[in-house]
C-alpha cells in the first residue's frame, strides 16, 4: 500500500536527502518547506510551502490524506537567537503538529531530537536511553519540551535523538569543522583524544524509514548514532587526508580551541571538546541497521563536498 508521507524541513540537509529516499521506497511524499523550490524533485514528490512556525499554523491542508510524518522543521542551534524564539518554533510548533496529526488519525509521526546528555561524570562514560537528558542550552530545552509535546498528544510516535549529523553538503558546526580541517594551518592531530558519537546522514536516514516501517517502534525514544566511536584525533586525520592537508603528531590542542573561541565558534568546541559517546544499542536491538561506517562517511563528506566546490567554482 502507498503511504503519504509528510515531511516537514524539507529543503534542510536531512530533508533534501530523506525526502528522495521515501519516494524511491514507493512513498508518496509531501515535502513541506518554507523554501519548496529548494526540494528534492522527482516521481513521487509534491513540494509545498510549509508556514512560519514562529506562530499559529494551519496544519489541517498539510495534513489531508497524509499517513504519516516526519517532523525536521525547526530553528538551526547557533547563537544569537533568542530562547523564546526557540520555544515557539521547536517546542510550541511541534505541540501544535501533534495534536493535528492526532485530530486526523495520523498512523505515526517520527521527530527528529537531539542529545541533551547530561554531564559526563553524572552519566558515566556511555550516553544510554536511560540517563535522564540534562538540556545545556536553549535549542537543547526546546527539543526535549517539543518531546513532551508529542507524547501528550495522543499520536503514534517515535522519537529519535541524534548527535552530531554529517555527510554530504552538511552545514553548520560540521562545515567549520571540515573548513578548519582543509586548512593549511598544522594542526596536532594526535593530540585531541576525545571520542565523540557522530551520526552519518545514510545512517539516519536508515533510522527513520526503519520506524516508518516498524510497529514495535511506536512509544518509543532512541538514540541513534554510528555504532563505533571515533576520537578527534581520527575524525582530523580522516578530513585533512582527504583534503589532502598533512597532519602532524605532537602539539597541543590548546591553539585548535583558542581559534574556534576567538571565532565565536564556543558551541563547537563544546560539542567536540569534550567526550560524548552516544550508544545505539537499543534501536539497533529493534532490528535497525546502520549502511555506512563513519570512517567512509567521513571521506565521502569531504570528496562530495570538494565536488560542490569545484562546480560552483
Given at each position: 500500500m502507498t503511504r503519504r508521507i509528510l515531511v516537514t524541513g524539507a529543503s534542510g540537509f536531512v530533508g533534501r536527502a530523506l525526502v528522495p529516499a521515501l519516494a524511491a521506497a514507493g512513498n508518496l511524499v509531501l515535502a513541506a518547506s518554507r523554501r519548496p523550490a529548494e526540494t528534492a524533485r522527482g516521481p513521487g514528490i509534491e513540494p509545498v510551502?510549509?508556514?512560519?512556525?514562529?506562530?499559529?499554523?494551519?496544519?489541517?491542508?498539510?495534513?489531508?490524506?497524509?499517513?504519516?510524518?516526519?517532523?525536521?522543521?525547526?530553528?538551526?542551534?547557533?547563537?544569537?537567537?533568542e530562547d523564546a524564539v526557540y520555544d515557539r518554533v521547536i517546542r510550541a510548533g511541534t505541540g501544535s503538529l501533534a495534536r493535528a496529526a492526532a485530530r486526523r488519525k495520523v498512523s505515526r509521526l517520527v521527530l527528529a531530537s537531539a542529545v541533551a546528555a547530561p554531564p559526563r561524570a553524572a552519566r558515566g562514560p556511555v550516553v544510554t536511553e536511560a540517563a535522564e537528558p540534562q538540556p545545556a542550552t536553549a535549542y537543547e530545552r526546546a527539543k526535549l519540551a517539543a518531546e513532551v509535546?508529542?507524547?501528550?498528544?495522543?499520536?503514534?510516535?517515535?522519537?529519535?535523538?541524534?548527535?552530531?549529523?554529517?555527510?554530504?553538503?552538511?552545514?553548520?558546526?560540521?562545515?567549520?569543522?571540515?573548513?578548519?580541517?582543509?586548512?593549511?594551518?598544522?594542526?596536532?592531530?594526535?593530540?585531541?583524544?576525545?571520542?565523540?558519537?557522530?551520526l552519518a546522514l545514510d545512517n539516519l536516514i536508515a533510522a527513520i524509514v526503519f520506524c516508518l516501517d516498524q510497529p514495535a517502534t511506536v512509544?518509543?525514544?532512541?538514540?541513534?548514532?554510528?555504532?563505533?566511536?571515533?576520537?578527534?584525533?581520527?575524525?582530523?586525520?580522516?578530513?585533512?587526508?582527504?583534503?589532502?592537508?598533512?597532519?602532524?603528531?605532537?602539539?597541543?590542542?590548546?591553539?585548535?580551541?583558542?581559534?574556534?573561541?576567538?571565532?565565536?565558534?564556543?558551541?563547537?568546541?563544546?560539542?567536540?571538546?569534550?567526550?560524548?559517546?552516544?550508544?545505539?544499542?537499543?534501536?539497533?536491538?529493534?532490528?535497525?541497521?546502520?549502511?555506512?561506517?563513519?570512517?567512509?562517511?567521513?571521506?565521502?563528506m569531504v570528496r562530495a563536498n570538494g565536488a560542490d566546490e569545484r562546480d560552483e567554482g
Open positions: 510551502a510549509l508556514p512560519d512556525l514562529d506562530g499559529p499554523v494551519d496544519w489541517a491542508p498539510l495534513l489531508e490524506g497524509v499517513d504519516a510524518v516526519v517532523h525536521l522543521a525547526g530553528i538551526a542551534h547557533r547563537s544569537g537567537i509535546e508529542v507524547r501528550a498528544a495522543g499520536v503514534p510516535f517515535t522519537v529519535l535523538r541524534p548527535p552530531m549529523i554529517y555527510g554530504p553538503n552538511v552545514k553548520g558546526n560540521m562545515a567549520l569543522l571540515m573548513r578548519i580541517a582543509g586548512s593549511p594551518w598544522p594542526l596536532p592531530a594526535a593530540a585531541f583524544t576525545t571520542r565523540r558519537s557522530l512509544g518509543e525514544t532512541y538514540l541513534v548514532a554510528d555504532p563505533e566511536p571515533i576520537t578527534l584525533a581520527e575524525m582530523i586525520t580522516i578530513l585533512r587526508e582527504a583534503a589532502a592537508r598533512p597532519t602532524r603528531g605532537g602539539g597541543s590542542p590548546a591553539p585548535f580551541e583558542i581559534l574556534l573561541r576567538m571565532s565565536e565558534r564556543n558551541v563547537l568546541w563544546e560539542r567536540i571538546g569534550d567526550d560524548l559517546v552516544v550508544d545505539p544499542g537499543k534501536l539497533i536491538a529493534a532490528g535497525w541497521r546502520p549502511v555506512v561506517d563513519t570512517r567512509t562517511a567521513l571521506r565521502a
